[in-house]
């Protein structure tokens, strides 16, 4: 069987196969088709949700990853060839050995990093480059469409117990990573197992997308559910094809009718992006404004009057204000958690640190992913591994004409 034979061979079982197939069956079913191409010995390690650690799926146990013996059931994504693999989204070679070379390769769904595939092929196999390829991209497209009604995947992501604030949370935000040619979108959430009252949202809609950072008062049930109903307010009054302004505050009344006037509230910002002018407009409900990296420097935040927090009431006008991006510009949206976490003297994180971390961890041509999941990872290195509140970042990169480069 030649090689192109092969891999159709590959591809064309794992999609026939794929119809009637659960997650707990994907590790056997991966491998037998897999063996087709000259792959052997597959492995699936997906992320945990804090990517910290690539826990092995092996199809057993409630979770499906129980009894991995001998492999390893956990690698840690700081300091192994694998993690190497995940961060900096490369195929890696371990080296010869008496089965063949064993590699590494990133799994994506997209452009949202999935974990990583261990498979051993022969030294002298030309193609096993691009079967490898073709093999993690199927494999993440067969993980991304089961996990979504499988709880052993809940479960196998989860290093710890989680709080029924964050479970509404993590079920209602969109994938941490999107891209296409225009614009790269990525977001960080911490703490990631007990996350009350933050969200962020973004969505494409022809030319422009919607991106919104939510932070509600609070740090408990109750901001999640009215974080949660901010988000769904505003991507329903958004859907109805509203503007910023009205589905500003569309999204305030139905705070207010549910839980009275003042008595809870969010603050958020609200902004879109038309990815082929490059005209970033938003408006502001008394968050922290936008910041601007232009150049691989900080260039300023995005001053716009602010508008009272949702579900307050107050009356005051809601101002919708413009910005016309450079190819290239980045935009962080972020909440306070981040810039107000404190160490154990009492200094807090601050809006440089932050600024001035992301700045310098993308000129080390870090994907955009690995810049925020090093940047969260900080932040809660200076807090003692515990937050004291949410902290959320939403980074968006306008492409643009000159920057057609992927750069996930």
């Known amino acids: 069987?030649?090689?192109?034979?092969?891999?159709?061979?590959?591809l064309s079982g794992l999609l026939d196969a794929s119809h009637l197939t659960s997650l707990q069956q994907l590790p056997a079913m991966v491998r037998e088709h897999a063996a087709h191409a000259g792959l052997d010995d597959v492995l699936i390690y997906l992320s945990d949700i804090q990517e910290k650690m690539l826990r092995l799926l092996t199809g057993r146990g409630p979770d499906a990853g129980r009894e991995a013996d001998p492999e390893p059931a956990e690698l840690r994504i700081d300091g192994t060839l694998a993690g190497r693999a995940f961060q900096e989204l490369r195929v890696l070679h371990r080296g010869s050995g008496e089965g063949g070379n064993q590699c590494w390769v990133p799994l994506l769904d997209g452009t949202e990093r999935l974990g990583v595939l261990r498979v051993t092929v022969q030294p002298d196999d030309e193609d096993a480059q691009e079967n490898m390829?073709?093999?993690?991209?199927?494999?993440?497209l067969l993980v991304a469409s089961k996990r979504v009604h499988s709880d052993s995947y809940a479960r196998l992501v989860r290093t710890r117990s989680m709080n029924v604030a964050a479970e509404?949370?993590?079920n209602l935000l969109p994938p941490l990573t999107f891209a296409n040619d225009d614009v790269v979108i990525s977001a960080a959430l911490e703490p990631a197992y007990t996350v009350g009252g933050d969200a962020f949202d973004y969505a494409l809609a022809g030319d422009v997308v919607q991106l919104a950072v939510f932070d509600a008062m609070g740090h408990d049930v109750s901001a999640g559910l009215t974080a949660?109903?901010?988000?769904?307010?505003?991507r329903n009054l958004r859907r109805e094809g509203l503007d910023l302004a009205a589905v500003s505050e569309g999204a305030e009344k139905v705070l207010v009718k549910e839980f009275g006037r003042g008595t809870r509230f969010v603050t958020a910002v609200l902004a879109e992006l038309n990815v082929h002018?490059?005209?970033?407009?938003?408006?502001?409900?008394?968050?922290?404004?936008?910041?601007?990296?232009?150049?691989?420097?900080?260039?300023a935040a995005l001053r716009c009057p602010p508008a009272h927090?949702?579900?307050?009431?107050?009356g005051l006008p809601v101002t919708v204000c413009q910005e016309q991006l450079e190819p290239g510009d980045r935009v962080l949206l972020y909440t306070d958690g981040v810039t107000e976490a404190r160490n154990r003297e009492g200094r807090e994180f601050g809006l440089e640190r932050f600024v001035d971390f992301v700045i310098r961890r993308h000129a080390d041509?870090?994907?955009?992913p690995e810049t925020l999941r090093r940047l969260v990872h900080s932040v809660l290195d200076y807090h003692d591994g515990r937050l004291q509140d949410d902290a959320t970042v939403l980074f968006v990169e306008w492409r643009g004409s000159a920057q057609r480069k992927l750069s996930l």
């Open 277 to 299: 002018t490059g005209v970033f407009r938003w408006v502001n409900r008394g968050h922290h404004p936008p910041v601007v990296i232009r150049g691989g420097r900080w260039v």
């Open 133 to 140: 390829r073709h093999l993690a991209s199927i494999t993440a």
């Open 168 to 170: 509404m949370q993590w």
């Open 365 to 368: 041509g870090l994907p955009v």
């Open 228 to 234: 949660n109903l901010a988000v769904a307010a505003s």
């Open 1 to 10: 069987m030649d090689s192109f034979e092969g891999r159709a061979r590959m």
């Open 309 to 314: 927090p949702l579900g307050l009431d107050l």
